[in-house]
């Protein structure tokens, strides 16, 4: 592990403050989870936000514990010489509210009732996440960020900063992101939800923590990793091959993509809240750049710094036509914009599967923005 | 209704014997519905299959009675002047084995028990359905059928005809079909499945018929109904429109592509039999033409007739690409084969939705077949 942050925790902080949400409610106190790597210069004009997708956390690199089987979500990318390069930059990943890795959520207990918020807390949007996460900034008394960067759901995190705090963010990288959320992301989304509805231990989000609607959510889980992955990633993976210990002609009998998708959706009630899982569903399906905008023109006009948009051709949950979309506007409003589209199988993963193929010049931004 | 066939009865026809399935097993005796369209020429020699998709039937044109709001299936192209013309051809279409529309499926008796075979009844091959198609058209004493077309799972029972009965099909028209199902259309499969067992009410196939597993079901056919669409007839139809009736910010507030979900998916319970919907999607995904050959060369170099086939550049669920493999494979043997790739946007569904963009076609294969 050379290359590694090494041992790092996760912190957490608490605000006293009341949120004023997109739908009107407000929200708090706000607790959110986060994670450092790296020094802030003198300048403080290093610092980078990484920013995570839907059930992602905090933890983007390094290990907790030394026999940590797995690092960070992140550490291809976090450390010492890489591209997000801890001996020049400030890296900093906060868990998203709504979500359940430290950062206030549903499972948070709701501190005027005593009890946890479950379905009454309040319908998000990418945009409150965003909010929440000034504060942080705001308290490391940081200036303003280098960039803000992020792949999937943290595309649309970083976007949001450019068009928010337009004064306190140099540069976005969106990656596998999309203007608006489709009708067809929508209805996949519809689907995984309608699966934890009909789960009886769903019991309208009252389930208790030891007893969650796990087979609701594990089949909620598999729609997700159907849409993560791609045609050709599917036959590169799995083809057509029938389990070993499976006859081709029992009923209940599964051919090896089925047990992957059986696999991966059972082991994910197991690390996260079904409840965050649809608050934050719900939170991509109403993204809009456009939202409480007259169009994506004036969101994106907000826009003062230079962005690197990065879509993959084989991403059919946000085709590259959405991540164009944003790119075409940003040309047409005269802003300083740059666009690569990948070659890559594996669909929507891409960003986490093939990173070797783009993440060099995710680094040559950064380093130009940094001169 | 001008062109109609006017008002059709289904019949029925009973095999007093056991057909020899690819699983090994045997299935009798045999039910088969079944419906004819204008006549047999004294040649005997204008009978065409038509060959339905998953959840269709028997009834592919005309009404049942006068006052049906909707006439059969494929009313489109079957009648006097049709592409089906009826004053020309004697159309026949037969519900397949393992469906509930009237013949023999998992719900039907098993005279050895007295009881529906629910889930003792044998996984079943695409091959298995052409079988017993095949006992229908020696009974009604047709040497041979001019063309067996159809779409989607019709197109693969087309196939099946050309190989298993070269000597008794003249030609064939698969319509949006696929050499073998992909793993992304058996994972959509699982998770239609899975909805279905994760349903209190199946009990394991064993729900009464009046208590069918409504949720499950319905979740399962809201997954084929998102793969029968595409990205673009969405962003057509639904686009980002909120239901009028909810509240954007409202946990179970529903976009108008998840009110047409669920609106749909709830509509199935009612005309489809839960068991028989699992039977066939098992057909779907075991669906490989080299089935039990050494290659999709050797099956397909059993075709001896003429064949036209069509795919749609939007149908994700089957891509232009596995109808491409087979039709490369035919040209490589020297086959008479005829391919044609129809622009549309309407994905899987476009053979129903834009019959006008290839239907000529047919009509005119068919003419020369028929000359």
């Known amino acids: 592990m050379t290359s590694s942050v090494g041992i790092v925790t996760t ?148 976007v949001e900063w450019s068009i928010l705090y337009p004064d306190r963010v140099r540069s976005i990288v969106p990656i596998a992101g999309t203007a608006r959320t489709s009708p067809m992301a929508i209805a996949l989304n519809a689907v995984a939800r309608q699966a934890v509805f009909n789960d009886p231990l769903w019991k309208k989000g009252n389930y208790r923590a030891e007893h969650p609607p796990a087979d609701g959510l594990a089949l909620a889980r598999a729609v997700g990793h159907i849409s993560f992955l791609s045609d050709a990633s599917m036959h590169m993976k799995f083809g057509r091959r029938f389990s070993a210990r499976d006859g081709q002609f029992d009923f209940f009998g599964k051919f090896e993509i089925e047990r992957y998708l059986e696999y991966n959706g059972y082991n994910f009630p197991a690390r996260f809240d079904t409840n965050s899982f649809l608050y934050l569903a719900k939170a991509l399906d109403l993204y809009d750049t456009a939202w409480n905008f007259d169009s994506l023109d004036e969101a994106l006009n907000l826009m003062q ?43 929507h993963d891409s960003f986490l599967v093939e990173p070797e193929k783009f993440t060099h010049l995710i680094a040559d931004f950064l380093a130009q923005q940094h001169s």
């Open 11 to 158: 912190q957490q902080i608490t605000f006293d403050t009341e949120l004023q949400l997109e739908s009107g409610r407000v929200l708090g106190p706000i607790t959110l989870a986060y994670e450092t790597y790296g020094s802030l210069n003198a300048a403080r004009d290093n610092a980078i936000l990484v920013c995570h997708a839907w059930t992602g956390d905090a933890h983007a690199a390094g290990r907790h514990h030394p026999d940590d089987r797995k690092p960070g979500w992140w550490d291809d990318m976090i450390g010492p010489g890489k591209v997000l390069d801890t001996d020049r930059y400030f890296i900093l990943c906060s868990n998203v509210i709504g979500s359940c890795k430290g950062s206030t959520g549903p499972a948070s207990i709701n501190p005027r009732t005593g009890k946890p918020y479950r379905l009454s807390f309040p319908v998000l949007m990418v945009r409150d996440m965003v909010r929440a996460q000034k504060l942080l900034i705001d308290h490391l008394g940081l200036p303003s960020l280098l960039c803000a960067l992020g792949g999937s759901m943290g595309a649309m995190q970083a």
């Open 305 to 347: 710094c230079p962005s690197l948009w990065f879509a993959f051709t084989s991403d059919w949950l946000y085709p590259p036509y959405q991540t164009e979309e944003a790119v075409r506007t940003l040309e047409k409003l005269g802003k300083p914009v740059g666009y690569h589209l990948i070659d890559s199988d594996y669909g």
